[in-house]
Every structure is written in C-alpha cells, then in structure tokens.
C-alpha cells in the first residue's frame, strides 16, 4: 500500500480526512494517480489532465524531502514511498503577487 497525502480542497472533495492508501501493481506516479481516480472517481481531472495525462500545472508531487514534480509519471517512487514508510504528498501550489 502506498500512503497519499491529498491537499485540503481535494480531501473535501473525495469526502476523505487525513492520508488515503492506495494499492497498486507498480510504484510510480502514474499508477497511484491511476488509482486515486479510480477509488475516488470525483478526482478524475484535478491532478493530471483528462486528454494529456500531464500533472496539473498547480499540483506538486513531493516524497522523502525531494520535488518529484518533473519526474515523468512512469518513474519509480523512492523505495520509502513504495514499503509505506513515507507518503506521497500531492500538494496544490500557490502563486500570485
């Protein structure tokens, strides 16, 4: 299991309270964003683009202190990410002036 930490306005969203877990056969980026929206079909679209599959502009990927944001989506995730130990943290940048 991989533990996820979703930003505030996402968690409202999927109506979750704290991290989430997600099962998946390969540990990247990709496959845990597979199956965040499959579990909580009401993501589709918040953290990648619906027809590029890109990572909203916005979103943050972080993990055992590192940006893993300009990782491709099918790179491997730390092996502290995949044994639990740490989570994936999905965080909603800010910007403005």
Known sequence: MIRVVLPPNLRALAH???????????????????????R????????????TQRRRSYVRFFACERDLSHEPLDAQLPDAVTSGSEPLLIVGAIAGG
């Open 16 to 38: 979750v309270d704290g991290e989430i877990s997600v099962d998946t056969t390969q540990p990247t980026a990709g496959s845990v964003i597979d199956a965040i929206e499959e």
């Open 40 to 51: 909580y079909p009401m993501l589709r679209g918040t953290i990648r683009d619906h027809y």
